[in-house]
Nanobody, 118 residues
Framework: QVQLVESGGGLVQAGGSLRVSCVAS????????MGWYRQAPGKERELVAA??????DYADSVKGRFTVSRDSAKNALYLQMNSLKSEDTAVYYC?????????????WGQGTQVTVSS
């Protein structure tokens, strides 16, 4: 099993910056790719950014504003969010996709709230 714990959410004004972090523990050798999802009230959970090896992908809505990074030595995942907009308000979830040999079920953190005031 892998446990994911997010931190760093909070309240920020529009145009500001925030960094959220995720630390993995447990059978971290099972982790293949990692990423960030978010879910706003009344909306479906959506992929924000994902990182695999040295390659990162972003949702169109955050390209150029958000940067995802991973520190494998610390089993940590980060999301640097700049130029925040009110529409970025959501609960942000850390996600880890396991290697096939470890199973097919993704791991999820409990989420951290990010609120952007306009």
């Amino acid at each position: 099993q892998v446990q994911l714990v997010e931190s760093g959410g909070g309240l920020v004004q529009a145009g500001g910056s925030l960094r959220v972090s995720c630390v993995a523990s447990g059978h971290t050798v099972c982790i293949n790719t990692m990423g960030w999802y978010r879910q706003a009230p009344g909306k479906e959970r959506e992929l924000v950014a994902a990182i695999s090896g040295g390659s990162a992908d972003y949702a169109d809505s955050v390209k150029g504003r958000f940067t995802v990074s991973r520190d494998s030595a610390k089993n940590a995942l980060y999301l640097q969010m700049n130029s925040l907009k009110s529409e970025d308000t959501a609960v942000y979830y850390c996600n880890a996709v396991p290697w096939v040999a470890c199973g097919i079920k993704d791991y999820w953190g409990q989420g951290t709230q990010v609120t952007v005031s306009s």
